[in-house]
């Protein structure tokens, strides 16, 4: 019965309220496009990140921000259990960074062309020069001193269980020398999984791992780079 009432606030209370909340974040991001990478409009995406799991009561842990040094490039990589995933890093990752999505994102109705506005990346994974271009993009982003995020699998588990990564990251941290910070995400698949419409209540943990130096990590030696990575992320999860 308790869920049944949790369900029936979702729809009547906590989506319209989150409607709303997007639509003027969206707008406020289209409105501020020569602001894009300013901290006031880093902070009202973030309030709108935080307000969906507000609007839900869903209890976030975060640890290891201490691993994050100010004002320093990144190429953050998380597992990827849930669209919650995308609110829970956007609200408590304390950078200002773009994300690295998928390229169906850009028909969200108004959200997909502020994110785009707000130079986020969209990357065609079925496209492979498509995919070049995006992370060429990417790199000039970072040079200019903003972090990036990826889900390196790619697209969500279907269950629970984390999946293959690919290389894109890779390639800027890489191509740039710039060190990768693995975080680790748990809770989210129970929360919301890919098959399911509504949100069970569930706590969410969140650890930020210590970065990978790629110094000393060539081209040849990606797939081990690739493998230590998905390795520290699943250590945290495992922590969790």
């Not at 773009?98 to 997909?112: A, D, F, S, T, Y």
């Not at 970065?211 to 390795?231: A, G, H, W």
Request: charged letters at 20%; hydrophobic letters at 45%.
């Amino acid at each position: 019965m308790r869920q049944f009432f949790y369900i029936l606030y979702q729809y009547l209370v906590a989506l319209p309220v989150f409607v709303v909340l997007t639509i003027f974040t969206a707008l406020t991001t289209l409105a501020a496009i020569p602001w894009k990478n300013a901290e006031w409009l880093h902070k009202i995406q973030q309030f709108w990140a935080r307000s969906f799991c507000r609007l839900l009561f869903l209890p976030i842990t975060v640890e290891g921000l201490e691993n994050i040094e100010p004002h320093k490039s990144y190429v953050f990589v998380s597992n990827h259990q849930s669209m919650v995933d995308v609110f829970v890093i956007y609200g408590w990752l304390p950078v200002i960074f773009k994300w690295i999505m998928k390229k169906e994102l850009r028909k969200v109705p108004l959200v997909g062309t502020a994110c785009k506005a707000a130079g986020h990346i969209y990357i065609d994974r079925r496209n492979k020069v498509a995919s070049v271009r995006s992370i060429e993009e990417a790199e000039r982003i970072v040079r200019n001193g903003v972090c990036v995020v990826i889900f390196p699998e790619g697209t969500r588990t279907r269950t629970g269980e984390i999946g293959r990564f690919k290389r894109g990251a890779f390639s800027i941290a890489t191509d740039l020398h710039l060190p990768i910070i693995p975080i680790s995400l748990s809770g989210c698949y129970e929360v919301m999984p890919r098959t399911r419409f509504y949100a069970k209540h569930h706590a969410i943990k969140m650890t930020v791992g210590k970065p990978i130096d790629t110094d000393s990590y060539t081209e040849e030696d990606r797939n081990i780079l690739i493998e230590e990575t998905r390795q520290k992320v699943l250590d945290g999860i495992a922590a969790n």
